[in-house]
């Protein structure tokens, strides 16, 4: 990480679900983190999160009685191209790359929907209730349906190039799992810096992955990337990479020394209202572990601290399991 964490801490990291007991759409935050990196970790996040997630989408189909996409079937409402639109917008989770044909046969009248195909074990669809196609009284359908696994976008000319049979009417296929991403960059402040920047990220998925784990292969994925360019064998001006076994709190009215090889966590995550923070943070208190070295009768000399501030700091750290120190500093 970048040697200015050693002075802000270690960046924060959160998932929030969007909607209660849905895993499909989350916000993400991280932060805080050093100037310009907010827009240059979400960048490439969302790059990746966009084109780079595999995914199960329909190859192509082939209808009994239908030689082209453009061709029309007794007894059914929709034309080739209306059933191929419908099929693109299936949500499934396939498990294995191998190609899977899935059936369809039903007589009308009906509405046909996904949740009267037939797949296997391997295939789970996420949208059963999706309309495919209507079936007039007297009407039948009899369909095969190719179901692949791969990434990014597939176009159905390319496919029809190398294999282009008769009444086999491919489909343009986009593998994606991930429906939408969007980032924005805060600001963000520890101490003094109010330079510093929060990442937050907005993704939301088909369901065939959550969108934590869709942002945890991006991230594993940018990752195996970057490794190619670096070596951990190696490491060039050590001194301006961080290493928070070295971090240490600043200097103080408490009087604690920075040289202590300690965890360095901002004071800024116990949310403290802005008078009670301010108050510490003037009198040099910036870090969770500086502020549990404090005792009473020293918080209580810091200007503007009062005894309002003292029990919100009290009740506080009592939340996280945390208290004062009962030594004085004068020992």
């Not at 870090?287 to 503007?304: D, H, P, V």
């Amino acid at each position: 990480m970048h040697i200015i964490q050693e002075e802000i801490g270690l960046p924060t990291y959160s998932v929030t679900p969007v909607t209660k007991g849905d895993s499909t759409h989350a916000i993400f935050a991280i932060g805080p983190l050093p100037p310009g990196y907010g827009m240059t970790l979400g960048n490439a996040l969302r790059r990746a999160l966009l084109s780079s997630l595999p995914g199960a989408a329909v190859l192509s189909m082939r209808i009994q009685g239908a030689q082209h996409e453009y061709s029309t079937i007794k007894g059914v409402q929709e034309n080739m191209v209306d059933v191929g639109l419908n099929l693109k917008c299936l949500k499934m989770r396939k498990h294995n790359k191998d190609l899977e044909v899935i059936t369809l046969q039903v007589k009308g009248p009906k509405v046909v929907t996904a949740e009267d195909l037939k797949v296997s074990s391997d295939i789970e669809i996420m949208n059963k209730d999706l309309p495919i196609l209507t079936i007039e009284k007297g009407g039948a359908i009899d369909m095969q349906i190719t179901v692949g696994k791969g990434v990014g976008y597939a176009p159905a000319a390319e496919r029809n190039k190398k294999q282009n049979e008769p009444g086999l009417i491919h489909i343009d296929a986009i593998f994606s799992p991930v429906e939408k991403v969007r980032f924005s960059v805060e600001t963000a402040r520890v101490g003094q810096r109010t330079d510093l920047e929060k990442l937050i990220l907005d993704v939301q998925t088909n369901g065939s992955l959550s969108a934590e784990e869709a942002v945890q292969f991006a991230s594993q994925l940018l990752k195996s990337y970057f490794e190619y360019f670096g070596s951990s064998e190696k490491v060039v001006e050590p001194e301006f990479i961080a290493d928070f076994s070295r971090a240490g709190p600043q200097v103080g009215e408490t009087g604690i020394d920075t040289g202590a090889k300690e965890s360095y966590t901002p004071i800024e995550i116990l949310n403290f209202s802005p008078r009670t923070l301010n108050a510490l943070i003037n009198a040099g208190v910036g870090s969770i572990e500086q502020l549990t070295k404090c005792t009473e009768a020293a918080l209580s000399n810091f200007r503007g601290f009062g005894a309002k501030a003292l029990d919100e700091v009290k009740l506080t750290l009592a939340e996280r399991g945390l208290k004062l120190s009962d030594e004085s500093l004068d020992n």
